[in-house]
């Protein structure tokens, strides 16, 4: 899949909704209000995946990437989103490690994240990517579930490695 990562626009809001309904189970997935006020936040960068269907037809959007780079040196994966289709292709890869190098440029020096216990394919995906579990949240989504967050080291302290 021929795909590109680029900064999301305002435009997209309705877009990244539609995903992010699509990839999450109600209670984990965002409201519409609720994934506009993460985008808006100062300090928030989203990144979108489109991929070009070829044939002169318009780029589809297929992914994206809220994340925020706090005052306290860690960054924070809000939500990460790629439809079926495009999963495996290297979509979220390049997402996750687009939005780490935006990161580490605004002083972040690790980066959290939480992800739902039982979602298994998003655990594998995370630590293939160097994060490790950090702590379990109980109740943390909103229909109970419970999350990991899980953490990555973006700047080593000792340079060099």
Request: hydrophobic share 35%; glycine share 12%; aromatic share 8%.
């Amino acid at each position: 899949m021929d795909f590109s990562i680029r900064e999301s626009r305002p435009e997209d809001l309705e877009t990244l909704w539609r995903i992010d309904q699509q990839c999450f189970a109600p209670g984990i997935s965002y409201s519409r209000i609720e994934l506009a006020t993460y985008m808006r936040g100062r300090g928030t960068l989203t990144l979108v995946a489109e991929a070009d269907p070829g044939g002169g037809r318009e780029a589809e959007v297929v992914g994206y990437i809220v994340a925020h780079g706090g005052r306290s040196g860690m960054g924070h994966i809000i939500t990460i989103d790629v439809l079926e289709p495009a999963r495996r292709a290297g979509v979220g890869s390049r997402l996750l490690s687009a939005a780490e190098g935006r990161l580490r440029a605004v002083g972040c020096r690790g980066v959290y994240l939480e992800t739902a216990v039982d979602n298994h394919p998003a655990i594998r995906f995370y630590k293939r990517h160097s994060y490790s579990l950090g702590k379990t949240i109980p109740g943390y989504y909103s229909n109970g579930a419970d999350a990991f967050v899980m953490v990555k080291e973006l700047i080593s302290p000792f340079p060099g490695r």
